[in-house]
């Protein structure tokens, strides 16, 4: 897999890795790279069949996904960063942790969890896609994505919409396959990297429960709770957010 990406930020400063979820691109992240730039080389990807990355046909697990990313500071010759994903970019990065812990710094899974069952209903969500397309999910994902008050922004709408409705069927669909299989929940104790689990307090898809149990197995993990915030907890509160991962990176915490 070649991911596109997209750095921003001073050349010789410390690497930020920002992951984006299933049915985002890495636009997700606009309202944190202004803030963590001032610090930190950004880098920012899209996964597969997200964004520009070009899609992949399935089967593949978060070894796959884990391992664009190990190819990707591979191609820009980074040997360590710091990484932030949500959801399915957070999952990446405890992948990641857990199998390639010489090139992760400091990590910080948001809205995610290390054991989403059962597994079938992932396997259900990939074949409604293959047969309908991604922008059929849209009306039953938003509502998990944001807050009701922010869900109903049409601008919101228009740019969430646009985004899963551009995500690759086959790609998205071999995602969830990925999330239905994915096992990394046992060795969430052998993560060395100083970790930060951000959860969403109105988050139905991946409630704060699932941040606590990853931060409980992770040894010495904080969790930290954002109100008014559902899945996409970055884009709907990104100052407390911005706040946390600047606090984090930069060895405040």
């Known amino acids: 897999m070649k991911v596109d990406y997209e750095l921003t930020g001073p050349a010789d400063a410390p690497v930020v890795v920002l992951s984006n979820s299933l049915g985002n691109d890495r636009t997700l992240w606009d309202a944190q790279v202004p803030a963590l730039a001032e610090r930190f080389r950004v880098l920012r990807y899209d996964q597969r069949g997200h964004g520009a990355t070009e899609p992949a046909p399935g089967p593949y697990g978060l070894a796959d996904l884990g391992g664009d990313v190990v190819e990707l500071l591979d191609r820009l010759d980074i ?5 932030a994903g949500v959801s399915l970019g957070g999952m990446t990065g ?48 938003l509502p998990r994505w944001f807050t009701p008050a922010l869900a109903d922004d049409p601008g919101v709408r228009a740019k969430y919409s646009d985004m899963l409705a551009a995500t690759d069927d086959e790609s998205y669909a071999a995602c969830c396959e990925a999330i239905a299989t994915m096992d990394i929940l046992d060795r969430l ?13 109105e988050d139905s898809a991946t409630p704060p429960p699932h941040a606590e149990q990853i931060a409980a197995s992770v040894p010495g993990a904080e969790v ?13 509160q990104p100052e407390a957010v911005n706040r946390l991962l600047l606090e984090h990176f930069g060895g405040a915490r």
């Open 79 to 83: 040997d360590r960063a710091h990484f």
């Open 94 to 141: 405890m992948w990641l942790a857990e199998n390639a812990p010489e090139r992760i710094e400091r990590l910080v899974p948001i809205c995610t969890s290390a054991n989403l069952t059962p597994p079938q209903a992932w396997r259900e969500r990939a074949a409604a896609v293959r047969e309908h397309g991604t922008a059929s999910m849209f009306e039953a994902t």
């Open 189 to 201: 104790p052998e993560i060395t990297a100083p970790t930060l689990v951000i959860a969403g307090a």
């Open 224 to 236: 930290e709770v954002i109100a008014e915030a559902a899945h996409l907890a970055n884009a709907e």
